[in-house]
Structure formats: structure tokens, C-alpha cells
């Protein structure tokens, strides 16, 4: 069995492994999702970046090419990291440590400020602390879990 840390691949079935790999599945599909007309409303006003964009993914949340391609870069990274525990670990700890800050980015600028370039609206920052906290919880708490043991067996 692996050890916390451990970069062991073969047969880990590792609870933190399992988190980074949906949590990656999970932003892959959020970006491509944003760019399909009907689940992203307004889509013809999508643009590359910036506040001007109006396209809101299930109607909700403001998002723009770029805004999409992080996800996607996001989502590519937590599959790639679910290849070990410690890089799990760190994605979850990481990623989640980041969406933390874009939180705190959010609630600090002005929506129709040129400072808003990814888009950010208050649905994607409330969304961001919740996967900032989720993703932090995810990473230290079964970060800690022996691999192959599961909560309450």
C-alpha cells in the first residue's frame, strides 16, 4: 500500500486520487460546455475575455473564451494529477488555494471594470469559494487516509 506522499500509480485506488480525477473531469466538462450554444445562454456575445461578454454558462455564470480555456486547462491538470496521490494532494490543496484568491478577486473589483477580465459575476464568485473550500477539504482530509481505506470502513 501507498504512503501519504507516495507517487505510486499502479493499483492505488487512493480516495484523493479518485477526488482530483472527478474534480478534473468535472472543469473539463464545465469548458466545454461553455462553448455550446443553449447550455451557454447569449453565446453570440462570447468574447475572448473581458466584462463585455454576456454569455452566462446555464444562464448563471458569466463566462468568456478565456474563462473556458482555464477550465479546460484546469480540468486536463486534475486528470494528469490523478496519476499519484501527492500530486491529488497538491492539485486539490492548490486549485483550491487559487479559486480562493479569485474569490477574494471577485468580491474586490468592480463587475463592469476592465479590471473583471475573466469574466467574474457574483454567481462565479460565490461558486469559486464554494470549490475553494470543497477542493482544499477534498485535498487535507483524504490527503490523510490511508490508501485503499474509505471513511467509516
Excluded: C
Amino acid at each position: 500500500m501507498a504512503s501519504i506522499g507516495s507517487t505510486q500509480r499502479t493499483g492505488d485506488r487512493s480516495p484523493v486520487r479518485g477526488a482530483a480525477l472527478i474534480v478534473g473531469a468535472v472543469f473539463l466538462l464545465v469548458g466545454i460546455l461553455g462553448f455550446i450554444p443553449g447550455v451557454t445562454t447569449n453565446y453570440d456575445t462570447l468574447q475572448f475575455a473581458g466584462h463585455h461578454s454576456e454569455a452566462k454558462l446555464l444562464g448563471l455564470f458569466q463566462v468568456s473564451i478565456l474563462h473556458n480555456l482555464v477550465h479546460l486547462a484546469f480540468g486536463a491538470a486534475g486528470l494528469l494529477a490523478a496519476r499519484a496521490i501527492r500530486t491529488s494532494q497538491l492539485y486539490l490543496i492548490v486549485g483550491g488555494a487559487v479559486y480562493l484568491v479569485l474569490w477574494l478577486y471577485g468580491l474586490a473589483i468592480d463587475e463592469h471594470s476592465g479590471a473583471n477580465f475573466v469574466p467574474l459575476n457574483t454567481g462565479d464568485n460565490w461558486l469559486h469559494f464554494v470549490l475553494g473550500v470543497g477542493m482544499i477539504g477534498l485535498g487535507v482530509l483524504l490527503g490523510r487516509r490511508p490508501a485503499g481505506r474509505a471513511a467509516g470502513i
